[in-house]
């Protein structure tokens, strides 16, 4: 399981300071860098197997379609979340009350991110402070019913709650973050949640002041 992320050359580090160039000296959130956090959560996701496959693989298709918005004729209007939000809302480019033309709005998809963003953050500050033999499959299923799991339909938890029953113990995911012993991990996590949680806070309380947190 490691071996495949030596390849990638993935460690958890990368993630870490990619976190830390989002936020912005006035505390907006760059896109870019979100976009780039996400590419190395996929990574570190993949690199656990297939059982976080239903996530990472629509994190991946989310992760396109902001792409491109970033590279498309009004990419200078996505350069942060802020001027993404105000643009959309202004240029009526999001569904608020039901799906229509906007599917692929850059509103609609982060919000996608935006909660996976925080089941990863409560799923990973458990496996921070709990015991070397911590069970993995309880810390990531009270993580997900707290976040994610009231987003997705009753076929696709059910699925979620039989893949985390196959989750490997704590060691291995420490092992795939590549950064060193436990004791480096657990203080590398120490530094990337907070980081990692102060841009789901800015963009949670931007959405909720545009009432964006129930797009459909």
Known sequence: MA????????S???ILDTFKLCLTDSKDVDLQHYV????????FLN?????FGFISKDASSKILILVGHLNGENGSQYVTIQSMVKYELEKDLVDLTKRGIHQESGCRTL?????ALRW?????ERLRTSSEDGKTSVMCGEAYNESLSQYHPWVVRKAAG???CVLPGRPAFFEVMNVGPSEQVVAMLGEALPLISEVYQVTEK?????????LP
């Open 3 to 10: 071996g495949s992320c030596e390849e990638q050359k993935f």
């Open 12 to 14: 958890f580090q990368e």
């Open 36 to 43: 780039d956090g996400w590419r190395g959560l996929i990574k």
């Open 47 to 51: 690199c656990l197997g297939s059982i």
């Open 111 to 115: 919000l996608r991110l935006h909660r």
């Open 120 to 124: 990863l953050e409560l799923f990973l």
């Open 162 to 164: 039989v893949a985390f």
């Open 206 to 214: 931007l959405y909720a002041q545009h009432n964006l947190l129930d």
